[in-house]
Nanobody
Framework: EVQLVESGGGLVQAGGSLRLSCAAS????????LGWFRQAPGKEREDISC???????LYADSVKGRFTISSDKAKNTVYLQMDSLKPEDTAVYYC???????????????????RGQGTQVTVSS
């Protein structure tokens, strides 16, 4: 059974940083793509980043240059380092996974099959 558990959310001032973690189980990082999406109250979900088994990444324009996704296969954990945070980054952040995929297949930003319970990120101005 696929399980994803996010942590690391909280309250931060604009311009600050947070690192989200997602502990994963029930699948192999070698075959699946992992991603992060967020949803703010009254807004549509926004898929913001993904990473493949070989470390290839993709970012939405809204976070490119400020957020960094990474994974640690030994710990079965994916991270989202968020820098230069803005009030509009306030949302519940979710980790997600999809696959399996053929090795070398690039990831895309869309609604993945499985997601975690989410962690709240609030950026104050």
């Amino acid at each position: 059974e696929v399980q994803l558990v996010e942590s690391g959310g909280g309250l931060v001032q604009a311009g600050g940083s947070l690192r989200l973690s997602c502990a994963a189980s029930g699948f192999s990082f070698d075959d699946y793509h992992l991603g992060w999406f967020r949803q703010a109250p009254g807004k549509e979900r926004e898929d913001i980043s993904c990473i493949t088994e070989d470390g290839s990444t993709l970012y939405a324009d809204s976070v490119k240059g400020r957020f960094t996704i990474s994974s640690d296969k030994a710990k079965n954990t994916v991270y989202l380092q968020m820098d230069s945070l803005k009030p509009e980054d306030t949302a519940v952040y979710y980790c997600a996974v999809d696959g399996p995929f053929i090795a070398g297949y690039g990831c895309s930003l869309y609604e993945y099959n499985h997601r975690g319970q989410g962690t709240q990120v609030t950026v104050s101005s």
